[in-house]
């Protein structure tokens, strides 16, 4: 079989039996034993006292930043290698701060107000904790007020560009990098040759535009289904007031 001698041996380092009779070594073990010539971060025994000296002589988080940043320019290793070799020693451990039941309350509380972000600084924690909580929970931190313009996209049936150019003409207003829902209600009533309704999702839009969908005496989907007609005649009444010069009015009428 390739890889294996004809008369195997016992391998002198991982014991294995597919070493070589010359060497008493097996193939894996002898490629690791050789010295890559490639390899740019050589470790030596000064070099790891030295980084040891590091974390040893800081007190706080801001003198380790400190002292890394020295021995990296002395040394001129990397952060990404430094950080590994401290902890391959053993130098480097993550101290957990514990969540209390306030800081979940908080968490809960803005969370869908908030991004993560905003979160952490509110909370005093990093980015990366929110994050690991929010998923340790299962809960979505998707922001509720207002729609993202792939929301608006998914809703209108319509592509990225045809969004962008309803934003530029201002027509629809961002808050905080969302579409408000009060701007697309308006431009639901006052811009309906931008859109098609059969592309348009059909529970949310009566829900934007029936107030009684939905809601307790209102119906249901189903009733509202069915009480859809009373609702519809209102609605266009009102709209055509103002009638705009448009092929989907043009065939409601």
Request: aromatic letters at 8%.
């Amino acid at each position: 079989m390739r890889g294996i001698p004809n008369h195997p041996v016992t391998c002198t380092r991982c014991g294995k039996g597919n070493g070589c009779p010359k060497d008493h070594l097996c193939h894996r073990c002898r490629l690791t034993g050789r010295p890559n010539p490639n390899k740019r971060f050589c470790w030596s025994i000064d070099v790891d006292d030295a980084l040891r000296r590091v974390y040893r002589n800081a007190r706080n988080r801001s003198e380790l930043t400190r002292n890394l940043n020295q021995f990296q320019r002395a040394s001129g290793f990397t952060r990404v290698v430094i950080l590994s070799r401290a902890a391959m020693l053993g130098l480097s451990a993550c101290i957990r701060r514990p969540w209390t039941g306030a800081e979940v309350e908080t968490l809960q509380e803005r969370l869908g107000e908030l991004s993560k972000s905003e979160i952490a600084r509110h909370l005093g924690r990093s980015y990366y904790s929110v994050k690991a909580r929010i998923a340790s929970m299962r809960l979505s931190s998707r922001i509720s007020d207002g729609y993202s313009q792939q929301d608006v996209q998914q809703l209108f049936g319509v592509g990225a560009n045809r969004v962008r150019l309803w934003i530029t003409r201002g027509w629809l207003q961002m808050y905080k990098g969302r579409v408000t829902e009060k701007s697309l209600e308006r431009f639901l009533r006052q811009h309906s040759e931008e859109y098609q309704l059969s592309r348009v999702d059909e529970t949310w839009f009566k829900g934007m535009l029936f107030s009684s969908f939905g809601r307790p005496g209102g119906g249901t989907q189903d009733s509202g289904r069915r009480g859809l007609g009373f609702r519809a005649t209102t609605f266009l009444a009102d709209w055509r007031e103002q009638p705009p010069k448009t092929k989907v009015n043009a065939r409601l009428q």
